[in-house]
């Protein structure tokens, strides 16, 4: 008799009731039902067990499982949790194993189930990723070569004040470099901080931004003080493209961690948003695991860069062909018995000016190109727009600069 065609708890009780009457032997029994002596034996204990109760489908789960994490073990897993409310089970996975001398570790899945279990985890709302872009950015594969650096959407403290937090990070090792609450995101305000990590670490290769004050300007040269001071230094300032910020999203991801941790909420005043910042630096650099690093930490992978901070700034040189022009105080140098505007930010400063022909110079200040300077408008034109403007006239292109000797 199949025991689909009715419930599955009233055959059983049938079952049961069948038994009671004594008209029938067990063998005859199961064969009636479809079922071994063994299983209706079973039902029997089951029955005059519990009752009706105990004729219910019990789980096949099995109650002890050899991996099965003690209470010891996760009140560990809770503690190291309530001590970095940010970090998922990877991460404290990562961390245990570090700390546990070789022991065995409860597996990820495994933590991930006691921190839902005990309501410390919350489901991440799933957003769209944004397409890939083609970038000229340099790949950092070592350490120094690319630093990150932005301005960590300003709050307001507990006492009204607004905080800025001007971020410095190595996009090799992920290595938080600086964490600093700033009155201004100016150059006044924000140059300070760059050069007591300069001193500290030394000199990157590159320091890679967005386009904003005081990293960028819409000027032709798109240059601030701060990257001709960058560019005295040595150091290639990079801009990402503009609406672009997943082209520095390493620096965005700790962002929205540092966010998580410093920020919701705002500490009581500035001081004391200062000293998480300084708190969360150092668990970030030094304790929490990072997923890209083989859950390793970044001071893990970090070392200073061999360019020291200079005493004195080299005076800028320029091949003896080159015409050299000192920017006034108007952010121009002549040419020709002409004004031309260059850059503010470059007032005071030498810049070479490389012969293409007798209407055409290309315009450096050291290495960094600042655009073609024309000689019937003398106009300096940003070297993507002027060949964009060469293509739209289908002029013949301008040859491609060799680079600085």
Same mark, same amino acid.
């Given at each position: 008799?199949?025991?689909? /065609? ?9 079952? &049961?009731?069948?038994?009671?009457? /004594? ?7 199961? *064969?009636? @039902? ?33 991996? =099965? &994490? ?6 560990? &897993?809770?503690?190291?949790? $309530? ?9 404290? +996975?990562?961390?245990? $194993? ?16 006691? !921190?839902?279990? #005990?309501? !410390? ?28 650096? %932005? @301005? ?6 507990? %006492?009204?004040?607004? &905080? ?40 990157? /290769? *590159?320091?890679?931004?967005? #386009? ?13 003080? !701060? ?10 300032? $990079? ?8 082209? #520095? ?30 708190? @969360?630096?150092?668990?970030? #650099? ?30 800028? /040189? ?22 031309? @505007? ?16 007798? =209407?055409?110079? +290309? ?26 403007? =060469? ?15």
């Amino acid at each position: 008799m199949p025991w689909k /065609e009715n419930g599955v708890m009233e055959e059983r009780y049938r079952f &049961i009731q069948e038994w009671n009457s /004594e008209d029938w032997t067990m063998a005859e029994l199961c *064969r009636e @039902f479809g079922v071994t002596r063994k299983t209706g034996y079973k039902w029997l204990e089951r029955y005059e067990a519990g009752g009706m109760k105990g004729l219910r489908e019990l789980s096949r789960a099995p109650q002890h499982h050899p991996n =099965q &994490i003690g209470e010891q073990e996760e009140a560990r &897993i809770l503690a190291v949790r $309530e001590r970095h409310r940010y970090w998922g089970a990877r991460k404290i +996975r990562a961390w245990l $194993e570090r700390e546990s001398e070789g022991e065995p570790v409860a597996a990820a899945s495994a933590i991930g189930s006691i !921190l839902k279990a #005990n309501g !410390l985890t919350q489901p991440r709302r799933r957003r769209r990723k944004a397409w890939p872009s083609e970038e000229p950015l340099a790949e950092a594969r070592e350490a120094n070569q690319v630093w990150c650096a %932005d @301005f960590k959407g300003w709050f307001r403290s507990g %006492d009204g004040e607004r &905080i800025d937090p001007l971020t410095i990070t190595d996009a090799s090792s992920r290595y938080l470099l600086r964490c600093q609450a700033v009155k201004a995101a100016d150059y006044v305000h924000s140059q300070p901080i760059f050069e007591a990590a300069f001193r500290e670490y030394g000199l990157p /290769e *590159r320091v890679r931004t967005d #386009n904003g004050a005081p990293f960028g300007s819409n000027g032709e040269s798109a240059l601030t003080r !701060l990257s001709v001071w960058w560019i005295k230094l040595g150091i290639v300032p $990079e801009r990402i493209e503009p609406g672009k910020p997943q082209q #520095n999203g390493r620096h965005e991801r700790m962002h929205r961690t540092l966010k998580q941790a410093t920020a919701s909420p705002p500490a009581r005043n500035r001081r004391a948003q200062q000293q998480r910042f300084d708190e @969360f630096r150092q668990e970030f #650099n030094e304790q929490r695991p990072h997923e890209a690093l083989g859950q390793t930490t970044p001071a893990s992978h970090y070392q200073c860069s061999s360019r020291e901070y200079p005493r004195l700034l080299a005076p800028m /040189e320029y091949p003896e062909i080159w015409p050299v022009r000192l920017v006034n105080s108007g952010g121009q140098i002549r040419m020709q018995n002409q004004q031309v @505007f260059v850059s503010h930010a470059l007032e005071g400063e030498r810049v070479g000016l490389e012969p293409i022909d007798e =209407q055409h110079w +290309r315009v450096w200040f050291s290495f960094y190109q600042l655009g073609i300077l024309t000689g019937k408008r003398m106009r300096i034109w940003r070297p993507e727009r002027w060949e964009k403007r =060469q293509r739209n006239k289908s002029t013949k292109p301008i040859p491609a600069p060799e680079g600085r000797p």
